[in-house]
């Protein structure tokens, strides 16, 4: 079995999470390793301009969450 078969997330993560960050290496990696985890990408990322910079979210949900696609 393996180890993205559990029906509850690791270490008490919620099983929907919404990541947000400026578009870096360090916000592409919290996804990476979401992904890695055993979650999956849930809708389309969102984008925008601060003023500053572009900032970006995603949301993933947990492999064996109700609704999850297979």
Known sequence: MSQHAS???PDGL??????TGPVDSAFCKRVSEALAL??????????????????????????GANGAAD
Do not use: D, K
């Open 14 to 19: 919620p099983a929907y999470r919404l990541l």
């Open 7 to 9: 029906s509850a997330p």
């Open 38 to 63: 055993g979650y999956r990408l849930h809708g389309s990322p969102a984008a925008t301009f601060n003023g500053e910079r572009v900032i970006v979210a995603q949301a993933v949900l947990w492999a």
